[in-house]
């Protein structure tokens, strides 16, 4: 048995595509949409007092093989994150428990998808 293979042209529309990606354009817009996630844990988060709900920012580092956004919240009691209580719950001082409730969750998930949806538009327009 006998397989040929036989190829015409070149790869150029193929190193085109791979020069484009690692160029870094998938992630152009991620301060942008890190200070819509600002903005929507700070309208999300209870606020009682509101200092938890003013306290978030995020920082965002733009690396050759991979991106990250990270929020936080700088509302600290006792030397725990008022946020993670909220999120999670917590114990109070004369013995009971406060149930926690998942904010973070459903404020970042809109986010997330806007990251995805952009990023998807760049791979397919390279």
């Known amino acids: 048995m006998r397989v040929s293979i036989s190829s015409k042209g070149d790869f150029k529309r193929t190193t085109d595509f791979l ?7 998938l992630f152009r817009n991620l301060d942008g949409l890190a200070q819509k996630g600002v903005a929507a844990l700070s309208a999300a988060t209870p606020h009682d007092s509101g200092n938890t709900a003013g306290k ?3 920082e ?3 690396g050759a093989r991979s991106s ?14 008022v946020a993670i209580m909220l999120q999670y719950g917590h114990g ?16 970042l998930k809109p986010i997330f998808y806007q990251i995805a949806d952009q990023a ?3 791979v397919i327009s390279a």
């Not at 020069?19 to 354009?25: F, L």
């Not at 990250?68 to 994150?81: E, L």
């Not at 001082?93 to 969750?105: L, T, W």
């Open 92 to 107: 109070t001082g004369n013995g009971g428990y406060i149930q926690g409730r998942d904010y973070i969750n459903p404020a």
């Open 120 to 122: 998807w538009k760049v």
């Open 56 to 58: 978030w920012s995020c």
């Open 68 to 81: 990250t956004i990270t929020w936080k919240n700088s509302n600290v009691k006792d030397g725990f994150p």
């Open 19 to 25: 020069v484009k990606m690692s160029k870094a354009d």
């Open 60 to 62: 965002v580092k733009v």
